[in-house]
């Protein structure tokens, strides 16, 4: 079956520690995505990749940083600067950027303390 | 600025009744538009989507939407909700101007009454 896969569901981390979340699709889909959710907030766009090698940042990217050196993965790094990265992180791709609709995996919970 | 607004926070209705979320987007031309279902702890399940042409779109598990270009709404509609439709939905709009990016509405959460 295609989809996105986002591991681990749950991740645990101490304040001052970087972190990478994966993100992989089996979709052969170009366009891979990174959103943050938080309560009542909806869902905010950190990182955007169209192709290989290409990303732009989205309206939160401070504190993230992104990869994009297959098609298939698109992992992102929460980084020591992230002023408040608890949240729930989600991962989307879309075939086309500009007609796509985009899919989105099932979420990374991060909880740093 | 494009932004999108889901006016209610939380709805409750009973099983079997109908529904509609209601959903108003800022935006200077026709944009793409969207509605999402999320579960608890789950990622986003595509519902429907408007791009162009027939303004009442059908999408799955028995909803519906209607584009109304002069309210600027696309608001999601179900004739009888079932139990199984409680969750978090979202509309969203796509910009079709350059970014191709997607604005999320901050959601309305159903609860459905047995």
Request: proline fraction near 4%; glycine fraction near 10%; charge should be positive.
């Amino acid at each position: 079956d295609g989809g996105i896969t986002q591991s681990p569901k749950y991740l645990f981390r101490k304040e001052g520690q970087n972190v990478t979340l994966s993100c992989e699709q089996n979709l052969n889909h170009d366009a891979m995505y990174w959103y943050r959710q938080d309560p009542g907030q909806g869902l905010r766009l950190i990182y955007y990749s169209q192709i290989v090698n290409d990303f732009q940042k989205g309206d939160i990217a401070e504190g993230y940083s992104v990869s994009r050196e297959k098609k298939e993965s698109f992992p992102l790094t929460v980084t020591s600067a992230q002023k408040n990265p608890t949240a729930f992180y989600l991962c989307a791709s879309s075939r086309d950027r500009v007609r796509g609709e985009q899919y989105f995996g099932p979420g990374t919970r991060l909880t740093v303390t | 600025a494009q932004s999108v607004t889901q006016p209610d926070i939380h709805i409750t209705v009973s099983e079997g009744a109908s529904l509609e979320l209601r959903c108003n987007y800022s935006y200077g031309a026709t944009p793409y538009l969207f509605w999402y279902v999320q579960s608890p702890g789950q990622g986003l399940q595509l519902l429907l989507k408007y791009f162009s042409g027939d303004t009442l779109v059908q999408g799955i598990k028995g909803f519906e939407a209607e584009f109304k270009r002069s309210q600027s709404s696309f608001n999601l509609r179900k004739p009888s909700v079932h139990w199984s439709d409680a969750a978090e939905y979202f509309c969203a709009v796509g910009d079709t101007s350059g970014t191709y990016k997607y604005i999320f509405g901050t959601g309305t959460r159903l609860k459905v009454l047995a």
